[in-house]
């Protein structure tokens, strides 16, 4: 009866392992559950892996059981029906009841709590204490809520939906400061440059060597690594302009790359791209393409999506055929091995042909904080 709640919890991105649920499984049939309080507090100890999936728990536990909704003057009701339980009679038989489904069961329990005007206590249909109902406290059933002992079947629905969680997301949009943090992994220092002398390690030396002294020279650490930034602006990137604009910011305020270049496209890498769209300031791809080295990091940022002829078709220039935009992409992965695609789409726009076709090229990632980190664990260590 439980399966809509993994389903849900699946769909928000939760990993719940099947040991995992029959732990929870069991927990509940244990009487760990007493109450749908309860069974969100269990839910969330065994099913949740980081404080950051909280809020995506939230999300799952809502959507599941928000059916169980009711004015607080009922809830207030409820809670003097189930007042000083009575223990069942172990031998008597359970109450058996049809429902298929949480769902269906708990918009039952919503009728009920309307059309229920008093206690009762031993039945099988009401709210109840000590019988067979599907819900109520001490009863036995083949299924239901336990309701009571904290403060009945409304709270673990109002934690989940307060949504108290949000803020330790890692799925969310990015700020600046969130690229800068990301881009500084990107960082390779060697020793390259001018040597200088090493005043503590030449007095270290020199101690060591008896007192005759023992210059050391060394270079200074510099970062190695460069670092190519391609956007796709305009079109269907309007949407996505701003958060767009922090990693540029990011990237273009982050100290120590030993080069740091931007160019702007439009869907597809074509013969020129702009470093400055509005004074029309372009350049050849071929000439960026050359510039490039194995020292290069290249990060693309787009929602990769367009009309396929703009991906896939060869086009004539100066009567010579030019290569398509996927042609063109694939020369600079050749060029470059540490590049990746990031895509600041929701991964539910992901199924396109053009996005497949770049993501072949490209890892393509997220542009959220999980997706940024792993696309720099891989610019760090390509493969």
């Not at 001490?138 to 934690?159: F, I």
């Not at 600046?176 to 943090?181: E, I, L, M, N, P």
């Amino acid at each position: 009866m439980f399966d809509p709640f993994l389903m849900n919890l699946r769909a928000e991105g939760l990993s719940v392992g099947l040991s995992e649920w029959l732990a929870f499984l069991e927990g509940v049939k244990t009487g760990l559950a007493r109450s749908v309080d309860g069974l969100y507090h269990l839910g969330r100890a065994l099913l949740v892996h980081s404080e950051a999936h909280y809020d995506l728990y939230d999300l799952a536990f809502s959507h599941t059981f928000s059916g169980l909704n009711a004015s607080p003057e009922l809830m207030k009701a409820m809670e003097r029906w189930l007042e000083n339980p009575a223990d069942f009679d172990a031998a008597r038989a359970r109450g058996e009841h049809p429902y298929k489904s949480v769902e269906e069961m708990l918009e039952a329990f919503k009728k009920t709590m309307a059309e229920q005007q008093e206690r009762h206590q031993g039945g099988n249909r009401w709210v109840g204490t000590g019988g067979t109902s599907p819900y109520g406290t001490g009863g036995r059933a083949n299924m239901g809520v336990q309701l009571g002992e904290h403060g009945g079947g409304r709270s673990g629905v109002r934690l989940a939906e307060e949504r108290r969680w949000q803020n330790y997301r890692t799925d969310q949009i990015l700020e600046v400061r969130d690229f800068a943090v990301a881009l500084r992994a990107l960082r390779h220092l060697a020793r390259e440059g001018e040597e200088k002398l090493d005043i503590d390690e030449t007095i270290d030396a020199t101690a060591k060597n008896a007192g005759e002294i023992d210059l050391v020279l060394r270079r200074d650490r510099k970062n190695r690594v460069k670092v190519a930034l391609f956007m796709d602006s305009g079109g269907s990137m309007y949407p996505h302009t701003e958060l767009v604009s922090r990693l540029f910011t990011a990237a273009k305020e982050a100290k120590g790359f030993k080069s740091f270049d931007h160019y702007y496209f439009h869907n597809c890498i074509y013969q020129h791209v702009w470093t400055d769209y509005e004074a029309g300031e372009r350049l050849e791809s071929g000439k960026v393409l050359e510039r490039l080295d194995p020292d290069h990091r290249l990060i693309f940022v787009g929602d990769a999506s367009m009309a396929p002829w703009e991906l896939f078709t060869k086009s004539a220039a100066l009567g010579m055929p030019a290569p398509s935009g996927l042609d063109r992409f694939e020369m600079f992965k050749r060029k470059c091995e540490a590049a990746v695609w990031l895509n600041p789409d929701s991964k539910k726009f992901w199924d396109h042909p053009t996005v497949t076709a770049i993501s072949t090229v490209f890892p393509m990632h997220a542009l959220t904080l999980d997706g940024l980190r792993d696309a720099i664990r891989f610019l760090r260590a390509p493969h």
